[in-house]
């Protein structure tokens, strides 16, 4: 439990401890899939704010937050939105290692 809110969640698809490349790999993909990103999409890169560059509104951050909780087996508090970077592709994979491994 962290900031009063359980941060694990349990399916039976989560991994722990992935390789960070690993996870950038699904996470663009179900991003590429989801919100139909063209692959070709010269702007769609590993940094770039997915939401500042409209690949993904509030409502697909919902779903994205969904995708990762469930894949990963991680969960997100209120404090992490406010105070991690979460806004492009390798800073959610960061996270998502760092929560595996228990470093945050």
Do not use: K
């Given at each position: 439990m962290r900031g009063g809110k359980d941060v694990t969640t349990t399916g039976a698809i989560a991994k722990t401890n992935m390789p960070i490349d690993d996870i950038i790999s699904e996470l663009r993909a179900f991003i590429i899939k989801q919100f139909a990103v063209p692959e070709n999409d010269d702007y769609f890169t590993?940094?770039?704010?997915?939401?500042n560059y409209g690949y993904i509104d509030s409502l697909g951050a919902a779903e994205l937050t969904s995708f990762v909780e469930t894949r990963f087996g991680i969960g997100f508090t209120d404090a992490d939105w406010a105070n991690v970077p979460l806004s492009s592709t390798e800073e959610i994979a960061r996270f998502v290692s760092k929560r595996q491994l228990g470093e945050i």
């Open positions: 590993n940094t770039v704010d997915l939401f």
